[in-house]
């Protein structure tokens, strides 16, 4: 019982951090803040990041990566933005600013998504890349996985790149309603 509760805390200390290394604060107290923000404005939008944080995690841990690197969130911040990035897959609805559910595909995108970005930031990391000048990895694992596979999942039917997709327009809406 005691290695489940040490995984379990584990998992949850590089989730946070992940989300903490989203702007420069890579503690487990303000990724928790971070994905309380994001859970509050857009509750869809949270579940993706946190289901492409723990599927870049895993990756990085079944690919042998530096267990230290995950439990610090470097592997899964890639995933959270993985999971962010896959709501340019989602309509909004008539009322213009909840996302339409996508049904499990949404969620399965974010899935693939941020695996993809833990397995290119886990290649990245083995080949030795991160340690040479002037080559960090940064947002481009998380970038590869969405287009692959939103690609993918576009081409087979199961999500549409929305038009409307969901952050521009909640952003204009934030800064409508302050000019009025």
Known sequence: MRNWSGRIENTSRSLLRSFGALFFAPGSVSGL?????????????????????LAANAAAHLLGGIPKLIEDGIYGYN???????????????EAGMEPVAGGTWSLVLALCSGALAGVVMSLWMKAGWAEKPGLPALTWPSLIGVWVFGALFSALGLVTLSADAFFLPSSTWGFSVGMA
């Open 33 to 53: 803040l971070f994905l309380v923000a994001i859970a509050a404005v857009a509750p869809q939008a949270a579940w993706m990041a946190v289901t492409g944080a």
């Open 79 to 93: 995933g959270v933005l993985a999971g962010l990035g896959s709501m340019a897959f989602l309509p909004l609805g």
